[in-house]
C-alpha cells in the first residue's frame, strides 16, 4: 500500500531563516506531487506541484520554491521566511489508474514564524 | 464566484441522525469530485470520490453528484460525534498538463451527543 511522509512534524523559526520541508512517497512510481498550505481557519492553497523529477510547475508568486530530486520525493524551501509563510503545510500524490485522480495527504508540517 | 462553494457551518446535528453536507461548483470541465473530512490539527483525510452522476454509498456515507446542477453533497447516515469534523469538498479538473484540484473551505459538522 501507499504511504506518504512528511518532516519534521512541527517547526518554529524565526523571520528570515532558511526553511526546507520534505516528502516522501512510498508504494508507487510517477506520482504526481503537490504542496498546499494551509492557513489558519483557512481553505487550501496550492503551492506548487509536480509531474516527474525535475518538473516544478509554481501556482503562487512567493518566497517559496520547491524542488523533485527523486521520483518520490518533494521539497519546499525558502531562502528567508516571512511572518506570512506561517501554516499547515501539506504535501499530497495524486496517480492515474483504477482509482484514477484520488489524491491522498501526508501528515504535514505545522509550521511557526515567529 | 468561488470555484468551490460551501457553507462553512457548524452544521450541527444530533447522534443518529442524518447530516447533510452541500458543495457547488462553478466550472463545467470538472470531472471528479471527492470529499475529504479534516480533524482539528490534522491533515485531510479522503473518505468518498465520486465521477458520474447520481449517488454512490459507502457504508455510512453517501456522496450524491449533478453535474447539470453542479452539486455534490455528502450524506452522513447515524451520525456519531466521532463524525466531528470540518468536512472539505474538492473538484478535480484537467488543466495545463495536469490534474489540479480546488477545494471548498469546508463545512464543519457538530454531532450532539
Known amino acids: 500500500s501507499q504511504t506518504i511522509h512528511q518532516w519534521p512534524a512541527t517547526l518554529v523559526q524565526p523571520v528570515g531563516s532558511p526553511l526546507s520541508l520534505e516528502c516522501t512517497v512510498e508504494?508507487?512510481?510517477?506520482?504526481?506531487l503537490y504542496w498546499y498550505r494551509q492557513a489558519a481557519g483557512r481553505g487550501l492553497q496550492l503551492l506548487f506541484y509536480?509531474?516527474?523529477?525535475?518538473?516544478i510547475s509554481s501556482e503562487v508568486p512567493q518566497n517559496l520554491s520547491a524542488s523533485r530530486p527523486q521520483d518520490r520525493q518533494f521539497i519546499l524551501s525558502s531562502k528567508k521566511l516571512l511572518l506570512s509563510d506561517s501554516g499547515f503545510y501539506l504535501c499530497?500524490?495524486?496517480?492515474?489508474?483504477?482509482?484514477?485522480?484520488?489524491?491522498?495527504f501526508g501528515p504535514g508540517t505545522r509550521l511557526t514564524v515567529t | 464566484q468561488k470555484e468551490v462553494e460551501q457553507n462553512s457551518g457548524p452544521l450541527s446535528v444530533p447522534e443518529g441522525a442524518i447530516a447533510s453536507l452541500n458543495c457547488t461548483y462553478s466550472?463545467?470541465?470538472?470531472?471528479?469530485f471527492f470529499w475529504y473530512r479534516q480533524y482539528s490539527g490534522k491533515s485531510p483525510e479522503l473518505i468518498m470520490s465520486?465521477?458520474?452522476?447520481g449517488d454512490k454509498e459507502d457504508g455510512r456515507f453517501t456522496a450524491q453528484l449533478n453535474k447539470a446542477s453542479q452539486y455534490v453533497s455528502l450524506l452522513i447516515r447515524d451520525s456519531q460525534p466521532s463524525d466531528s469534523a470540518t468536512y472539505l469538498c474538492?473538484?478535480?479538473?484537467?488543466?495545463?498538463?495536469?490534474?489540479?484540484?480546488?477545494f471548498g473551505t469546508g463545512t464543519r459538522l457538530k454531532v450532539l451527543a
Open positions: 465520486i465521477y458520474s452522476n
Open positions: 508504494g508507487t512510481s510517477n506520482p504526481n
Open positions: 466550472d463545467r470541465v470538472s470531472q471528479s
Open positions: 509536480s509531474v516527474g523529477i525535475g518538473q
Open positions: 474538492a473538484v478535480n479538473m484537467f488543466t495545463s498538463g495536469t490534474y489540479k484540484y480546488i
Open positions: 499530497a500524490w495524486s496517480v492515474q489508474g483504477a482509482r484514477a485522480y484520488e489524491q491522498y
